[in-house]
């Protein structure tokens, strides 16, 4: 994808995002059981790995070049600090998003607890378990996520489509692996809050016309999130309480912040 948001030069048949979406989903699965008895931590860092290998066979097999397909350009200092600014806004519009949401569509209880059960799991001992656990949990979905969504299936679909809809479709898709079949009736529930981060992120990307920015974005949301959580669980294991109007002023500060950063990224990329 250029920065001006054209249809990039090299890059997959539009008909085949969704297709190595589904082969990369399919794999992630099938990875993260052979490998479970690894360990939660390489169990996750493998099935993250078999997400993106499909689409990377994929370029590999219609010969478009990694560097210029993936976009592997690194941004210069202000696209590195606007980016992390964005990223951080991310983290913050997602946790305002989820707070709305959960006022007004509870997960089960079992939601909750699946996730504060991954935490405990992923607590480090010390400074190496840390740097694993965030490696595991933080950067490896950021990287290979990154790699399938913004990085092969975006500009494929920039083949057919302008860039909001592609943004859109990509973001779509997305959301879709987030869907939850391990916990009864949270199916859909991290759905939008996927679909939401994928907007900002496929945005970011169009922007700037490299993987680098939304990656770093990505992982700092990620990273803040894993970090900032035993600071927010409720230790007695009880749903909170919903706050809705906390939410929905924790969303318009992160989005605010968010295109600003989005919108100056446009001005630092046209004055380079």
């Known amino acids: 994808m250029g920065k001006d948001g054209s249809a990039p030069r090299a890059a997959l048949p539009a008909s085949l995002g969704p297709v190595v979406v589904g082969l990369g989903w399919l794999a992630m699965m099938i990875a993260g059981l052979l490998s479970r008895n690894l360990g939660l931590r390489p169990a996750l860092l493998v099935s993250e790995l078999f997400l993106a290998l499909p689409a990377l066979l994929a370029l590999f097999l219609f010969r478009v070049p990694i560097a210029e397909g993936l ?8 696209t590195t600090l606007l980016s992390t600014t964005a990223g951080a806004a991310f983290w913050g519009a997602s946790l305002g998003l989820l707070e709305v949401q959960y006022a007004v569509w509870r997960p089960p209880g079992g939601y909750l607890e699946a996730f504060r059960r991954l935490h405990d799991a992923l607590r480090p001992s010390g400074p190496v378990d840390a740097l694993l656990s965030v490696a595991a949990i933080a950067l490896a979905p950021a990287l290979f996520e990154e790699i399938l969504f913004r990085g092969i299936v975006l500009p494929a679909f920039l083949r057919s489509f302008a860039a909001p809809p592609a943004v859109v479709a990509s973001a779509f898709l997305f959301g879709l692996i987030h869907l939850d079949f391990t916990t009864p009736g949270a199916t859909f529930y991290r759905v939008p ?6 907007l900002g992120l496929g945005t970011l990307r169009a922007r700037t016309g490299s993987l680098f920015p ?3 974005a990505h992982a700092l949301l990620n990273t803040i999130t894993f970090v ?7 230790p007695s294991g009880a749903l909170p309480d919903a706050r809705p109007l906390l939410g929905a002023a924790i969303l318009a500060v992160g989005t605010v912040v968010a295109v600003l950063a989005l919108r100056r990224l446009d001005s630092s990329e046209g004055a380079s």
């Open 214 to 216: 939304p990656v770093l």
């Open 193 to 198: 809050f996927a679909f939401a981060v994928g």
């Open 228 to 234: 900032s959580a035993p600071f927010t669980e409720d």
């Open 71 to 78: 976009a592997l350009r690194r941004p210069d200092g202000p």
